[in-house]
């Protein structure tokens, strides 16, 4: 079947018949399309000298067949060079393997409203744990619905636990400029509910987002094709945050991905006595990720060097914030308790007691002291209740 007749060029077609005859992240067929390119790739694979492990699934693939089975999936076929192809997932080309997989996908199937490029462009990774407690869920929920108020779209795995907490997050974000708030990465076919209890999040993620898979529609999730699809969570996005993860888990390997990718890395601390706060506490200890509880922290993390947005999270200046150094020297020498007088304040602040009574009459006018009678101050409840 030729790419004229389907109205296809031969790079798209030859990238479709290998997302479908290769497991996603293979490293082999990886080096041979970066060697060979997709359609030398493609027909390496196809003559009757491979030696590839995947030469008998290529004998029996019928594009006709699977072309039709993607349309009706309402599945559409994305490659590189098309105006919904995430660029970013180019990181993955320089990327050493993790845990058996690697490279860039050859092409990715979409279903839902949005356009992949406009969820991903600005867009953060949260994932945890699919056995979450009440704790996580409600972190990423909070956190989710935080970022898309700040146009920020989330992407995650749609598992039960963190990822379903974020993804609904996301969307519980009724004023949200545009549908495009969050884009869910599949171990499967777009046209496939994995777990089988989230029918009802998949349609509303395809109705205000879009699905994502390298796998064609039909196809079921394995452990490898878990582990595939976490490199695209983290290459997809501008920063991947973990909420939630026991010290064997996959959102771990997520991290990795992310840290191969040269994107921030953001972890939630969690209770010491909790076993799924081991991972994101761990990351934390060891400078593997930067500690994230907030919208402030995560922009701060993502803005442009030179803008600290974390300025505005900071608390407002208070009286004491603004005093002069001599006045702070003042009153830090004014006793916690009782009064004192101009000499004996003089000695304790090291200064002549003209100058020290000026000061205490700035610091009064302040309402930070006060003369209780003639020649001696005290400092006011004011100032008592910060020292405490």
Not at 124 to 131: C, I, N, T
Not at 217 to 234: K, M, Q, V
Not at 256 to 282: D, F, K, Q, Y
Request: charged share 20%; glycine share 10%; aromatic share 4%.
């Amino acid at each position: 079947m030729s790419g004229p007749v389907l109205g296809w060029t031969a790079e798209r077609l030859a990238r479709f018949s290998l997302a479908h005859v290769v497991e996603p992240g293979d490293p082999g067929m990886w080096r041979t399309v970066a060697t060979l390119g997709v359609e030398g790739a493609w027909s390496a694979l196809r003559s009757l000298g491979s030696d590839s492990r995947w030469k008998h699934r290529a004998a029996v693939f019928d594009p006709e067949t699977a072309i039709r089975l993607t349309e009706r999936s309402g599945a559409r076929f994305v490659i590189p060079g098309d105006p919904e192809w995430p660029e970013q997932l180019e990181a993955l080309a320089t990327c050493e393997p993790v845990q058996e997989r690697m490279g860039v996908p050859v092409g990715l199937w979409v279903r839902g409203a949005a356009r992949l490029a406009d969820v991903a462009r600005a867009s953060v990774a949260v994932v945890g744990s699919r056995a979450a407690t009440t704790y996580g869920e409600h972190v990423a929920l909070d956190l989710a619905h935080a970022l898309v108020r700040a146009e920020i779209p989330i992407i995650s795995g749609a598992a039960y636990g963190i990822d379903a907490a974020a993804h609904r997050g996301a969307l519980a974000v009724r004023d949200a400029a545009g549908d495009a708030v969050t884009a869910a990465v599949l171990a499967c076919g777009v046209d496939q509910v994995y777990p089988s209890g989230h029918a009802a999040l998949f349609e509303a993620i395809a109705a205000r987002g879009v699905l994502v898979s390298e796998l064609p529609p039909g196809e079921h999730p394995t452990r490898l094709r878990f582990l595939s699809r976490n490199r695209l969570i983290a290459a997809l996005s501008r920063g991947t945050i973990i909420v939630e993860a026991a010290f064997r888990s996959g959102a771990r390997n997520t991290v990795t991905w992310a840290s191969a990718c040269g994107r921030p890395v953001m972890a939630v601390p969690g209770p010491v006595t909790s076993g799924l706060s081991v991972t994101p506490n761990r990351l934390i200890r060891d400078h593997e990720a930067e500690l994230v509880s907030s919208l402030e922290d995560i922009q701060a993390l993502l803005s442009p060097v030179g803008q600290d947005t974390l300025v505005g999270h900071q608390e407002p200046a208070t009286t004491v914030d603004l005093l002069g150094e001599t006045e702070l020297i003042v009153l830090e020498a004014m006793p916690g308790r009782g009064t004192t007088g101009l000499d004996e304040l003089s000695v304790r602040a090291a200064l002549p007691v003209p100058r020290c009574l000026a000061e205490l009459e700035s610091l009064g006018a302040k309402g930070l002291v006060r003369e209780r009678e003639a020649g001696n101050w005290q400092l006011t409840h004011r100032h008592l209740d910060r020292r405490r």
